[in-house]
């Protein structure tokens, strides 16, 4: 069976340091893969997304990037985190088959 | 493009009572509906969705939805509220004209309150 495996789950980091959240799925091959931030109030909203090895779509600008350096692997990055950058970012995957998204557990990051 | 809307950012009902979470979606082509169930500090978890095949949709935890093409609504119903129904509720559609690779366009979510 297909898992998600999202790590941290809690996150606490000062101004101006980098960023590394990783994703990774098992059981499924060629998935399309999602990070998506999510704000009280405001539901969930599309980061990035990745088809592909190498290949990023990025749907905001941001002071966020994300990478897909292997199939099943999907890391959001930053350089210099902002205050703004505190949230909930959940990591998603989805095959061209089917339709439904599958998440991990999320990350609460906090900026400080 | 397709978009969500969801009524109501909260929702209260008592416990026993009837739950009624509306959604109400727009997309240029027939849309994939989906119902998500999130509780605090977790992922989303599916709870039931709509593919084009019977408009009723039973789906995990008592809960079901019915797909109104007339309305463009897909409302997700339970008869009887249980305490552990408090969570986050999300609709989301997937618009399947572009392939589905920009994955899902969810609504805001409905925080569903069981008063005891």
């Known amino acids: 069976s297909q898992t998600i495996h999202q790590w941290p789950a809690t996150l606490v980091q000062p101004v101006g340091s980098p960023l590394s959240l990783e994703c990774t799925v098992e059981g499924t091959s060629n998935p399309n893969l999602y990070w998506y931030r999510q704000a009280a109030g405001r539901g969930l909203q599309l980061l990035f997304y990745s088809v592909g090895i190498g290949q990023i779509s990025s749907e905001v600008p941001q002071n966020l990037s994300a990478s897909r350096p292997q199939d099943r692997q999907f890391i959001l990055s930053s350089k210099k985190l902002l205050l703004s950058d505190s949230g909930f970012y959940l990591c998603?995957?989805?095959?061209?088959?089917?339709?439904?998204?599958?998440f991990g557990q999320g990350t609460r990051l906090t900026v400080v | 493009a397709q978009s969500v809307t969801q009524l109501g950012s909260h929702v209260s009902v008592s416990e026993g009572a009837l739950v009624l979470l509306r959604c109400n979606y727009s997309?240029?082509?027939?849309?994939?509906l989906f119902w998500y169930v999130q509780y605090p500090n977790q992922g989303l978890q599916l709870l039931l969705k709509y593919t084009s095949a019977a408009t009723l949709v039973k789906g995990i935890n008592g809960f079901e939805a019915e797909f109104k093409k007339s309305e463009t609504s897909f409302h997700l119903t339970k008869p009887s509220a249980h305490m552990s129904d408090a969570a986050e509720y999300f609709c989301a559609v997937s618009d399947l004209s572009g392939g589905g690779a920009d994955g899902l366009t969810f609504g805001k979510g409905t925080h569903l309150i069981i008063q005891p």
């Open positions: 998603a995957w989805m095959t061209g088959m089917n339709t439904e998204a599958f």
């Open positions: 997309s240029s082509v027939p849309p994939y």
